[in-house]
């Protein structure tokens, strides 16, 4: 597609069940980042791939979230064990190899509301 | 580390009227810098950014920033808003060569009034 795009768009769970939320950047960025944003704390950074390059996971705010990029393309990223403050707005952008520097694109984001 | 600062929560102005947003950074090294618009409901994007050349940057929908690297800033303006421009503004930064995510501000609420 032309833009990033993210599934699902709305995700509602209980207490204590995980989560897959989907990403899909741009056609031939290698650069994807995750990014959180909530009421609170506004927009935070999560975790960051560039290409094969190990992730910068120094934003991801316990060990219950990990992230994974599949291919250099597709990535998923899992929260466990959801809990209510987890609820937020989750946002992909991806960029070209210049890392971001040119601008990221982002896609929609996910609303995930942990009940 | 750098830091941004949008003072502004909240920005209300009537239709036609100028508008500035501000945003400040911290950084004890050059920083490149962006702004980010979020309409309603909508996702973020980018609107102008900032990386080297010249101080003033423009975006194809009017409005401009500049950055003063004296004062740390890269507010945002407008010479005449519309009813479309009301969005949440973010301002942000990336720190060159180092980690590649951006640091956003708390954002400004742009409210265009009739």
């Known amino acids: 597609g032309a833009g990033v795009s993210q599934s699902p768009s709305n995700k509602v769970t209980e207490k204590g069940k995980d989560v897959e939320l989907r990403c899909d950047p741009i056609?031939?960025?290698?650069?994807l980042y995750w990014y959180r944003q909530s009421l609170g704390q506004g927009l935070e950074f999560l975790i960051y791939?560039?290409?094969?390059?190990?992730?910068?996971k120094s934003g991801l705010p316990s060990d219950r979230f990990s992230a994974e990029r599949t291919g250099g393309s597709v990535s998923t990223l899992t929260i466990q064990r959801t809990q209510q403050e987890d609820s937020a707005v989750y946002l992909c952008?991806?960029?070209?190899?210049?890392?971001?520097?040119?601008?990221?694109?982002f896609g929609p984001g996910t609303r995930l509301t942990v009940l | 580390a750098q830091s941004v600062t949008q003072l502004d929560s909240q920005v209300p102005v009537f239709e036609e009227a100028p508008v500035e947003l501000r945003c400040n950074y911290s950084s004890s090294v050059s920083v490149y810098l962006f702004w980010y618009v979020q309409y309603p409901n909508q996702g973020l994007q980018l609107l102008l950014k900032y990386l080297s050349g010249s101080t003033l940057v423009e975006s194809i929908n009017g409005f401009e920033a500049e950055f003063n690297k004296s004062q740390t800033s890269f507010h945002l303006r407008k010479p005449s808003v519309h009813i479309s421009d009301t969005a949440e503004y973010f301002c942000?930064?990336?720190?060159?060569?180092?980690?590649?995510?951006?640091?956003f501000g708390s954002g400004t609420r742009l409210q265009v009034q009739p």
């Open positions: 942000a930064v990336i720190l060159p060569g180092g980690r590649r995510a951006l640091t």
């Open positions: 056609s031939g960025h290698t650069a």
């Open positions: 791939f560039q290409g094969n390059s190990a992730p910068d």
């Open positions: 952008a991806s960029s070209s190899a210049r890392g971001g520097e040119v601008g990221q694109f």
